[in-house]
C-alpha cells in the first residue's frame, strides 16, 4: 500500500520569505510518480508538477523548486520570496506503475498562509 | 471540450435521495477516474475506466457508490440512498492515457441535509 505523509498542517510565512513544504512518501514500487498540486481558496486542483522514480534531479521553475531524495523517501516543495497568491493548501500525491498510472494517493495537505 | 466538465457544480439533498454525478472528459481521453475530498483531506481514489470498461473500483466505499462509463466517454457517478456522511467535493479526471497526467475538473460539492 501507498502512503503520502504531509506533516505541516498549517505554515505561516511573512510576503517574501521563502517557505518548504514537507512530503514523505512509502511505497514497495521501484516505479512510482510523485505530485504536487495547489488547491486555492476557489477549490480548483492545479497541477504543479510531476516526477517520476528515475529522475531524481531537482527542479525549478519560476520561484518554485522541489527536492527529490530517494534516500529519505522525500519530495519537499520550496517557494522562494513567497506572495499572498500562493495562500493555498498544497498537496503532494504518489501513484505507482502497477496501479492505475493515475491512480493517487494523497497527503492530507499543507495550509499555507502567506501575509503581507 | 477544453477541459473537464462536472455538473452539477453544487448539490444539495436529502438523507435517503439518490444522486447522480457527471464527468465529461476531455475530448478522446481513454481513461477516467473519480476521487472524493472530505473537508480538511486529500482527495481519495474511487474508481477509474479505461473506455468503457471499470479497470479499479477498490475505493468505492460501499455498494450504495456506483460508477458507468457506457460508451467510454462520459462518466455518471451514482450514490444510492445518501447519508450525511457523503457530503464532499466529488472530483472527476481525464487522461490521454494510463501513463500521461491527469486533469481535473472543478468537481461537485455535495451536501446531504
Known amino acids: 500500500a501507498q502512503k503520502v505523509t504531509q506533516a505541516q498542517t498549517e505554515i505561516s510565512v511573512v510576503e517574501k520569505e521563502d517557505v518548504t513544504l514537507d512530503c514523505v512518501y512509502e511505497?514497495?514500487?521501484?516505479?512510482?510518480?510523485l505530485f504536487w498540486y495547489k488547491q486555492p481558496p476557489s477549490g480548483e486542483l492545479v497541477f504543479l508538477i510531476r516526477r517520476n522514480s528515475f529522475d531524481e534531479q531537482n527542479e525549478i521553475s519560476g520561484r518554485y523548486s522541489w527536492n527529490f531524495q530517494k534516500s529519505t523517501s522525500s519530495f519537499n516543495f520550496t517557494i522562494t520570496a513567497s506572495q499572498v497568491v500562493d495562500s493555498a493548501v498544497y498537496f503532494c500525491a504518489l501513484s505507482v506503475s502497477t496501479g492505475g498510472g493515475n491512480k493517487l494517493t494523497f497527503g492530507t495537505g499543507t495550509q499555507l498562509k502567506v501575509e503581507l | 471540450g477544453a477541459g473537464v466538465s462536472q455538473s452539477p457544480r453544487y448539490k444539495v439533498t436529502k438523507r435517503g435521495q439518490d444522486v447522480a454525478l457527471r464527468c465529461d472528459p476531455i475530448s478522446g481521453h481513454v481513461s477516467l477516474y473519480w476521487y472524493r475530498q472530505a473537508l480538511g483531506q486529500g482527495p481519495e481514489f474511487l474508481t477509474y475506466?479505461?473506455?468503457?470498461?471499470?479497470?479499479?473500483k477498490s475505493g468505492l466505499p460501499n455498494d450504495r457508490f456506483s460508477a458507468e462509463r457506457p460508451e467510454g466517454s462520459i462518466s455518471t457517478l451514482t450514490i444510492q440512498r445518501t447519508e450525511q456522511r457523503d457530503s464532499a467535493m466529488y472530483r472527476c479526471?481525464?487522461?490521454?492515457?494510463?501513463?500521461?497526467?491527469?486533469?481535473f475538473g472543478q468537481g461537485t460539492r455535495l451536501t446531504v441535509v
Open positions: 475506466f479505461n473506455y468503457e470498461a471499470q479497470q479499479d
Open positions: 511505497t514497495r514500487d521501484t516505479t512510482y510518480y
Open positions: 479526471a481525464s487522461s490521454a492515457d494510463g501513463r500521461a497526467r491527469a486533469f
